[in-house]
């Protein structure tokens, strides 16, 4: 019984892919991109603040959560500052973003409301943005990030 070498070589290559070798002997490597594909949308997403520039955001356990969803019927933002609502609207040209008219309610909260105003600031100076899986970057005009966020899908 012959075989012939054309029936023999993909033979060969699937032994090493289940081995994780190559056929010619190292080790198999697997293509890899250095950001992930983005499976988030931007628009009708409630997004959960987890950086504020370079600040690490936790939420405690029996308060509610930092997060803005953006709208895409009338073009309109709403979500929670840490103490208020807020609300307002955005302009939206491919990577270009601008948030107008940002408002919130007005309740008074203790201890310290400055990551309120500096979250409610941040939404002034964004003009751009981007998304990697899960999460958002929120960036100025120099591409610094601003606010980091992750995609939160509600029940």
């Known amino acids: 019984m012959r075989i012939h070498i054309s029936l023999l070589a993909p033979a060969l290559a ?4 289940a081995s994780g ?23 009708n997403t409630y ?5 504020l520039g370079d600040q690490v955001i936790t939420t405690p356990q029996d308060k509610r959560e930092i997060h803005f969803v953006m709208h895409s019927e009338n073009q309109r933002v709403a979500g929670f ?5 807020v609300m307002g609207s955005y302009v939206l040209e491919g990577r270009s973003l601008r ?9 008074a909260c ?4 400055a990551q ?8 002034a100076r964004v003009t751009q943005w981007e998304i990697a899986g899960e999460t958002l970057r ?18």
Do not use: H, I
């Open 14 to 17: 699937l032994v090493a892919c």
């Open 21 to 43: 070798m190559t056929p010619g002997g190292g080790p198999a490597v697997a293509a890899t991109t250095s950001t992930p594909r983005s499976t988030a949308q931007l628009l």
């Open 47 to 51: 997004w959960k603040l987890t950086l």
């Open 81 to 85: 500052s840490g103490c208020n609502q």
């Open 99 to 107: 948030f107008a008219q940002m408002a919130g309610t007005l309740m």
């Open 110 to 113: 203790v201890p310290d409301m």
């Open 116 to 123: 309120e105003k500096e979250f409610l600031a941040m939404f």
């Open 138 to 155: 929120l960036l100025d005009a120099q591409g610094k990030t601003l606010a980091t966020f992750e995609s939160r899908y509600l029940k």
